[in-house]
């Protein structure tokens, strides 16, 4: 189900204001890679990566 763009905008204002939303947002990812979880997987790295641009070096 694609999202709606009330929901991408929603989360892209929070990334935006929200160190600590973008890093739980990659760690749940993550998690859910390692815990086999793929699709799921990558539905939330997509959002990180399609709300924050990308990833940035720290």
Known sequence: ?????DF???IQARTERD???RQELL???VECLLSGEVE???AVLRD???TTG???QS
């Open 8 to 10: 991408r905008e929603t």
């Open 27 to 29: 760690t749940e990812g």
């Open 48 to 50: 990180f990566i399609n």
């Open 40 to 42: 799921t997987a990558k």
């Open 54 to 56: 990308g990833f940035h």
């Open 1 to 5: 189900m694609p999202l709606t763009r």
């Open 19 to 21: 160190q600590a939303f």
